[in-house]
C-alpha cells in the first residue's frame, strides 16, 4: 500500500467512525427513550415526564450530529488553509 492509500485509507476510517458515532448515538437515543416513555406509561397510564429528555437528549443529538457533519464537510481545512495563505502573506511583506 503507498503512502497516499494508507493516507487516504486512514481518512476514509477517521470519516466513517465520526459517522457511526451518530448513528450509535441515534440508536441509544431510540431505544432508551422508547424505555422512558413505556415506562412513563406503564406507572400511570399516560405520558408526561418523558418527553423531558427526549428534549433535552434530543439537544445533545443534534448538536452532535451538526458537529459531525461539519467536521465532514470540509470547511474546518478550507478555513485553516485561508488562514495560512494569510499568515504566509504578511511573513512576506504583503
Known amino acids: 500500500m503507498t503512502d497516499d492509500e494508507a493516507s487516504l485509507r486512514e481518512t476514509a476510517e477517521r ?3 465520526a459517522r457511526m458515532s451518530v448513528q450509535a448515538h441515534l440508536l441509544t437515543y431510540v431505544l ?3 424505555g422512558l ?3 412513563d406509561w406503564f406507572v400511570d397510564g399516560r405520558v408526561d415526564w418523558a418527553f423531558w429528555s427526549l428534549f433535552g437528549w434530543g439537544i445533545g443529538l ?3 450530529a451538526v ?3 461539519y467536521s465532514l464537510s470540509g470547511a474546518h481545512e478550507r478555513t485553516v488553509e485561508r488562514e495560512m495563505e494569510r499568515l504566509r502573506r ?3 511583506g504583503g
Do not use: E, T
Open 32 to 34: 432508551v427513550n422508547a
Open 90 to 92: 504578511r511573513q512576506r
Open 67 to 69: 458537529s459531525v457533519s
Open 62 to 64: 443534534v448538536a452532535h
Open 15 to 17: 470519516r466513517a467512525a
Open 37 to 39: 416513555i413505556g415506562l
